[in-house]
T-cell receptor, first 112, second 118 residues
């Protein structure tokens, strides 16, 4: 069973600080990795994706990928109360028709 | 561009009753997914269609769940008979990707259909 693991949280972050979210995956052949944000009672929305080792930045968000360690992370800089949500890590499985395997999500709470 | 449409948004039924959910993907999106998200968990894929064909239904409880995508556009997901553990949000998503090749596969989700089984 291919797995995607995340710490469930909640991760409490002071406003203006950096939130660091981690995700590990079991399928060594996975090539594409996604971070979705899900507000309570809402559907997931894509923040960013990454498929090359290293860092990828988009505004206040930075995704980091290390395929050798099977590890992907998301950094949120200058955290705002509006960043309070659950962050889902998703991995595109190998030998699949684009199927995404999701982790259980990390709840982030940004405190003013 | 219009998003993924789902209905109904909420449904409450008693166990052993049946329910159906409808999804209309983004226009032109060939691939459609139904995910089940139980409270506190990540979405779990139930079934994936490419056009009107099923490419993955390995996690669909086929004794009670069924899905179809006639004409490769709209899709319906049916549960009959429902069990208490089917209480969840049923998310429909679509993407323009049509193959299992490499590259990003960006899914766009609908608002979801929340099912409560009493």
């Amino acid at each position: 069973q291919k797995e995607v693991e995340q710490n469930s949280g909640p991760l409490s972050v002071p406003e203006g600080a950096i939130a660091s979210l981690n995700c590990t995956y079991s399928d060594r052949g996975s090539q594409s990795f996604f971070w979705y944000r899900q507000y309570s009672g809402k559907s997931p929305e894509l923040i960013m994706f990454i498929y090359s080792n290293g860092d990828k930045e988009d505004g206040r968000f930075t995704a980091q990928l290390n395929k050798a360690s099977q590890y992907v992370s998301l950094l949120i800089r200058d955290s705002q109360p509006s960043d309070s949500a659950t962050y889902l890590c998703a991995v595109r499985e190998t030998d699949s028709w684009g199927k995404l395997q999701f982790g259980a999500g990390t709840q982030v709470v940004v405190t003013p | 561009e219009a998003g993924v449409a789902q209905s109904p948004r909420y449904k409450i039924i008693e166990k052993r009753q049946s329910v159906a959910f409808w999804c209309n993907p983004i226009s032109g999106h060939a691939t459609l997914y139904w995910y089940q998200q139980i409270l506190g968990q990540g979405p779990k894929l139930l079934i994936q269609f490419q056009n009107n064909g099923v490419v993955d239904d390995s996690q669909l409880p086929k004794d009670r769940f069924s899905a179809e995508r006639l004409k490769g556009v709209d899709s319906t997901l049916k549960i009959q008979p429902a069990k208490l553990e089917d209480s969840a949000v049923y998310l429909c998503a679509s993407t323009a990707l049509t193959s299992g090749g490499s590259g990003a596969n960006v899914l766009t989700f609908g608002a979801g259909s929340r099912l409560t089984v009493l």
